[in-house]
């Protein structure tokens, strides 16, 4: 096997954007350590994704966007990024100049013919008619064959998945640095999908029968709930719902084109989309052993070990996604949502301690099983076993929420 030193000098780093000290296995491990990552193979596939779309914007220029999970971690605090192993992008030109540009960047980085080379991916059986074209391509890898969960290989290396969307029409975006991601300390301006846009874009990714991730790519779907509810979570003030409206309703039309055959109805995507939030919901209270599986398999691979994301967060997590979708869908703002999100605070009960603490716990947890437990989809029973921001959560909705407050909320 190759030494550490003869894979990094294997690539020509002057080359590339990013400084040769980024690539390198000790700051991965630092990084790793300090931000309480635990897959390094991840964190170095998300750094080349970085690295491979600045040199596709360096020929493209305005004319290349980054979207999906590379560009959600650049709108996140860092304790909520998460791990990201491709490349999603949207492209104003043809597919000859994707061919002719990845043919540039192989000229300039490729130093055998395993390393830097594009390999299109046609499927067989597309399950869209969108304008997509997919690549593959080897990078280089200073990890050892167990981090990267590989035999031993003659030339370490890892596989990137790059994606280009067709667009009729010039993009918007937005620049911004990754000075403040997990996995680089980076300067360069990287062109995103806008925070509206990308949002609006992410919500068409439920709806698992209609024009969401499907059912057969949990590991995906997955993803994608954890994105839109750190986007919720974090982000939400900025965000205008009206745009989002407005965007995700062109987009969900787009979307379905390109599947089905029979007419739009907006409807049917609803009711999916609100099925799957169900689904979700009972992610803790129920038998949904495969849910659970992907919760967990996600969070092992993709998240810092700081990070909740358990069964029972997502539950907490659908049911808030599912409060913001209704607002949105209804046009009349965020207020609500960041209702529920103040009580939820006030929730944590740091205002007091010990047994007096103990005694409001018990106290709320009777009050909004008794009076609002007829909102929840889950039985009593199993309610009084949980946390009361678990059950608050299970009961919580946009007609409640201000008796809700009333009831529980002694003070602002």
Known sequence: MLKYSERMNKVDYQKLFHEIKDFERDTFA???EEYGFKNMARMELFLWDLEIFLQIQKILEDRIVLKGGAATQ??????????????????????????????????????????????EHVPKNP??????????????????????????????????KIEFILQPQQ?????????????????????????????????????????????????????????????TQNCISEIDCAVVREKYKKLAHAEWETR?????????????????????????????????????????LYLNSKMEYSPQSVAC????????????????????????????????????????????????REILIKEFGGYSVIPAQILKGKNIKRIFWAVADIDNLDEIEKMIVMEK
């Open 171 to 231: 993009i918007e975006f937005e620049k911004r640095t990754g000075e403040h991601l997990f996995a680089v300390n980076s300067k360069w301006e990287y062109q995103l999908l806008p925070l509206n846009h990308l949002f609006a874009d992410k919500l068409t990714t439920m709806g698992c029968e209609t024009i969401g991730v499907q059912n057969s790519r949990m590991d995906e779907q997955v993803k994608q709930f954890y994105d839109i509810l750190m986007l």
């Open 30 to 32: 630092e990084r790793m």
């Open 260 to 300: 089905k055959e029979e007419e739009y109805d907006l409807e049917l995507v609803i009711a999916d989309v609100r099925k799957q939030l169900l689904r979700y919901e009972m992610a803790d209270s129920g038998d949904d052993s495969e849910l659970k599986k992907y919760i967990n398999d996600f969070h092992s």
């Open 317 to 364: 997590g659908a049911a808030l996604v599912r409060l913001m979708y209704e607002l949105m869908l209804s046009g009349n703002g965020w207020e609500k949502l960041q209702q529920a999100l103040e009580i939820e605070k006030w929730l944590e009960l740091s205002h007091l301690s010990g047994k007096e603490k103990g005694l409001k716990v018990r106290e709320i």
């Open 74 to 119: 650049f709108y996140l605090p860092r304790d909520a990024q998460r791990t990201s192993v491709d490349i999603d992008m949207l492209f104003y030109g043809s597919y000859q100049e994707i061919e002719e540009t990845l043919k540039k960047i192989e000229e300039v980085l490729g130093v055998s013919d395993k390393l830097f080379h594009f390999i």
């Open 127 to 160: 399950k869209t008619t969108l304008p997509l074209h997919t690549y593959f391509v080897d990078i280089p890898s200073v990890l050892t064959s167990a981090e990267r969960n590989k035999k031993d290989e003659e030339f370490p290396r890892q596989e990137l």
